[in-house]
């Protein structure tokens, strides 16, 4: 019995020192590299890298600034400034009263204000996608759009590309990604669960994934990490995810393109679809196999997404 005692000991101290190393080499990871700025909307965390088209990162759900440019980091060999963004309630961009994806866009522009900035491109992924779209909508000086994988409303008679995701489930992840310790031991020891629950994507295309593909997935899982700075942000994208509505989506008038899978967990297909045919001239790329991740797919939508800003370009 002492044996088993001192065994279980061992095994929490042991647990308990990875845990804290771990938290604390994430939490370093996530304030790297970005600084906060006082805007007239109040202030907002922003990570830059690359000279050229000016393009607003804007992160998914479980993100901030780290996770927007490790996205967009390639696109800053190919001649685009990325300006990657902590959206409301994540990391050191605090949640204000009002945190809707009208004031999150005002923000948006608040934002390229104070840094010089007055016409840039706006891309936004996941949860990004309704600030994204409320940018292009309210702001006119926008440049171009891209939406990937976006969280947007469709009409009820169009139909699904996966079953919405239940209330329960919905708890269980806030659950997990309201942890730092849950998240962290469930990607120790439930990864390809994380994988296809939290980043909505199958498991199984790991396999036949490129090394790099695999690497860019499993550092957007650690990413997540410290999830208590992103969960005010995390519990906002959930209420919004369950409560979207249609908008003026026939006033963008600038150069858009849309990307999502089929296999998207998050049924993103659909709702990507019907956007892209609702704004005039936006181009719609979409992949029967990718997850919400886009897993096989990363160089074909970075191409993609540069041949867009570089049309935007031109005079």
């Known amino acids: 019995m002492r044996a088993v005692a001192l065994g279980l000991l061992i095994a929490a101290l042991w647990t308990g020192w990875h845990f804290r190393q771990d938290m604390a080499r994430a939490t370093v990871f996530a304030a790297a590299g970005s600084e906060v700025v006082e805007t007239r909307c109040g202030p907002i ?19 901030g600034h780290d996770q927007g440019m490790a996205w967009a980091q390639p696109l800053t060999q190919h001649g685009v400034r990325v300006i990657a963004m902590s959206r409301f309630g994540y990391l050191r961009t605090p949640r204000p009263p009002d945190a809707s994806p009208e004031a999150q866009a005002d923000a948006h522009v608040c934002l390229l204000d104070a840094l010089g900035i007055q016409r840039a ?34 009409p009820g008679d169009l139909a699904a590309s996966a079953p919405p995701i239940a209330d329960w489930k919905d708890e269980v992840l806030l659950r997990l990604l309201g942890s730092d310790f849950l998240y962290w031991a469930s990607l120790r020891l439930a990864r390809d669960q994380v994988v296809r629950h939290v980043l909505a994507t199958p498991p199984e ?27 005010a942000g995390l519990r906002d994208d959930t209420r919004l995810g369950k409560g979207l509505k249609p908008q003026p989506l026939s006033s963008i008038h600038v150069p858009t393109l849309v990307v999502s899978a089929r296999d998207d967990g998050f049924g ?18 979409g992949f029967d196999q990718g997850g919400h991740l886009l897993v096989g797919h990363d160089e074909t939508v970075r191409n993609a997404v540069l041949s867009l800003l570089r049309a935007s370009d031109q005079p």
Request: cysteine-free.
């Open 45 to 63: 965390e922003v990570q830059q890298a690359g000279q050229g088209i000016p393009l607003l990162m804007i992160h998914g759900s479980g993100g």
């Open 268 to 285: 993103t297909y659909a709702p990507a679809q019907y956007t892209a045919h609702q704004i005039a001239g936006a181009t719609f790329l």
């Open 121 to 154: 491109a706006v891309m936004g992924v996941s949860a990004g996608g309704p600030s994204a779209m409320q940018t292009a909508i309210r702001h006119p000086d926008v440049r171009a759009l891209v939406l990937v994988v976006p969280i947007a409303w469709k």
């Open 205 to 231: 295309l790991m396999a036949a994934a490129s090394e790099a593909e695999r690497q860019r997935v499993n550092d957007l899982a650690e990413r997540v990490l410290p999830v208590s700075a992103r969960a």
